[in-house]
């Protein structure tokens, strides 16, 4: 369980870790940053903010253009940015689209084969990946981790939020994936990870399904661009969450953003919104 | 003299323009990046602030890791971001160094065959640029104009308003050549875009040269990571550029900063005190 450490970038005030470390429940190695504030030490260590990125992204993309370092410096928040799937397992097709198997996880564990072997994202990113960097660094403090994500990882940092109340104390999203069951990015996800079992699998990891079950009230932060390609395309249907919360009488705050698209030109501009709404409840 | 807009992409309140215009002195067509921030129109035009890139590097890469919209939509400031060469002369052995030819044009004007036939970035920047920009583009005011850049660019920011009095209402740098005619870089890239006129051609492209002979006082930001490979090799010698100031009682500020690299990791980290330094001059 522990970890290499490729590169210590300084960043902020604090530092930016490239890691690298062998998943047991994905069966390769696995690539992720850690920022670290300046602030965090052993006997003052920093609450986390876990930021799951997009389709065709690694842990890089965030870290390098989501500006999200700048926020959690100034609220001493470190900051958790891992791959989006597992890399080399050398299954058959797994490089041929951008929309799914690599760079494409969906944070689910695949049931079907051949991608049960070691598509196990959701797994890995809510127990094997915590318990590893809480072991390893005492820097950080296991026992306030928040989640956000952007457009497949939006998709992520909600329905693992939902699918574990208490694990994460906030969860905000940039443009998720609100609906995968009603939309095609997570029509052919879902169909190749699970199968057509709709009932029980799709709905076990669809936002606007699991929203309604969960005990107690959300107060949960999604900004979405009207300019997006990909919302006015039907991939995001956030008005489907904003439905299901409105009858289920659950806080979920959708603020359309005029005119931005899907790119980490729009992450970065309300990068510090979503941190300073985790370190309302990370505080 | 008119732009192409390939895109115009919503960030920071603002917008960031992805432009193409066909260039008079480098003979090709030169790609940029232009911020407008959203308080800019015709009727209240805003500041202007060029970041010029260094080695390798398009205007793409500080638009996108640099940061520098988020305080340049603070502080009511344009940033424009110019590629770093010509493109596509098909010069033999334009692109087989990262460190000279494509990508690595110095802002200088090449004197010396091949490279005098479009590698003339000095005049494309100093020039040609501003000028196609200020006439097309009714949201910027010419007349208040700032710069700065990172190392190649540091360097191309330092000699620029070091060369023309006057023109840039405040200079800054990120980790600058600062005596390109002692460095490994600057020798090969002036012996082959100047030749071995140390003497004038070399020493009217060098800050630490061109520093004394300024008319009045400067007052010139700089920051240098102690961690900056490049720094450690002598790539930069801000030393020389301080040794310079000091004989000449001219204001340079120097902050060696703790253990940051060369990467936009540093860049980002202290953009924001860039865009202040220039603001302080540009209201």
């Known amino acids: 369980m ?7 970038i ?3 005030g604090g530092k930016l870790l490239k890691l690298a470390h062998q998943s047991k429940v994905t069966t390769t190695q696995m690539k992720l940053n850690l920022f670290l504030p300046g602030t965090a030490s052993s006997s003052k260590p920093a609450p986390v903010l876990f930021y799951l990125a997009g389709l065709t992204c690694t842990g890089d993309n965030g870290a390098e253009k989501g500006f999200f370092q700048a926020a959690a410096a100034k609220h001493n928040i470190a900051v958790v940015y891992p791959d989006t799937s597992p890399r080399g397992l050398n ?39 915590p318990s590893a960097l ?5 820097e950080l403090d296991g026992s306030r981790v928040s989640i956000t994500g952007h457009s497949m990882g939006g998709h ?21 994936i609100s609906n ?3 939309c095609p990015w997570g029509q052919k996800a879902f169909g190749g990870y699970f199968g057509e079992d ?12 699991l929203l309604p079950k969960f005990p107690g009230d959300t107060d949960i ?29 659950k806080g979920v705050k959708v603020r359309y953003q005029d005119g931005y698209d899907h790119s980490y030109f729009f992450i970065s501009t309300f990068a510090a919104d979503h941190v300073e709404h985790a370190a309302k409840y990370l505080k």
Chains 1, 2 share one sequence.
């Open 221 to 249: 932060l999604i900004d979405v661009g009207t300019g997006d390609n990909f919302y006015k395309q039907g991939q995001l249907l956030p008005e489907n969450l904003e439905e299901a919360a409105k009858k289920a009488g």
């Open 134 to 138: 809480f072991s390893s660094f005492k």
């Open 91 to 129: 299954i058959q097709g797994e490089d041929e689209s951008y929309d799914f198997g690599s760079g494409a996880g969906f944070y689910v564990d695949a049931t079907k084969d051949p991608y049960s072997k070691g598509y196990k994202m959701y797994s890995y990113i809510t127990d094997e990946l």
């Open 156 to 176: 992520g940092a909600l329905t693992l939020f939902l699918k574990n109340p208490g694990k994460y104390k906030s969860v905000s999203a940039f443009a998720p």
């Open 198 to 209: 709709k009932k029980d699998q799709w709905a076990a990891h669809d936002a606007t399904e």
């Open 2 to 8: 522990s970890f290499e450490t490729t590169a210590t």
């Open 10 to 12: 300084a960043n902020f």
């Open 180 to 182: 995968p069951s009603n």
